[in-house]
């Protein structure tokens, strides 16, 4: 008598996800209550003169008012402009104003770990050797 279940692992296809995340989120919500009903995204491009998009940050705040920045660039020969500074307080401040007390991202060391920690975040956790030979940083910052 086998009382080992059988399952069978196979790619996660587009119609998967949405039960996925359902579940968590059901999951999650079941153990905290919500402070916002959905995932609110804050995105947003800066274009120069001619209209070219030369910068660009994708974020949201989430289920526990957390601004969550997942991915903030400057095209290189704009960098170290005050642009990218301008782009994260853009976002930071729309942010509280919906009620967001904390941010949360995450770069690596060749990435913007000096221009963060410049604009007010601190190293919450890194990992060490990721990619090789470099780390993961881990930040977050109080935006109350």
């Known amino acids: 008598m086998n009382s080992t279940p059988e399952f069978i692992i196979e790619p ?62 400057v095209a290189e020969n704009y960098r170290n402009q005050g642009i990218g500074s301008k782009l994260l307080q853009h976002v930071e401040n729309i942010a509280k104003e919906k009620g967001a007390e904390i941010a949360m991202l995450d770069t690596f060391d060749f990435q913007a770990e000096g221009f963060y920690l410049k604009n007010g975040y601190t190293v919450i956790g890194e990992i060490e050797n990721f990619p090789k030979g470099h780390k993961r940083i881990y930040l977050s910052k109080k935006l109350t």
């Not at 079941?30 to 030369?54: A, H, M, R, Y």
């Open 12 to 73: 996660c296809k587009k119609e998967h996800i949405k039960k996925i995340v359902d579940g968590i989120n059901s999951y999650n919500l079941s153990k905290v209550p919500p402070l916002s009903d959905i995932w609110t995204p804050l995105e947003f491009v800066i274009k120069n003169t001619n209209g070219e998009e030369i910068g660009g940050l994708l974020s949201g705040i989430g289920y526990w008012n957390g601004l969550e920045i997942k991915i903030l660039w």
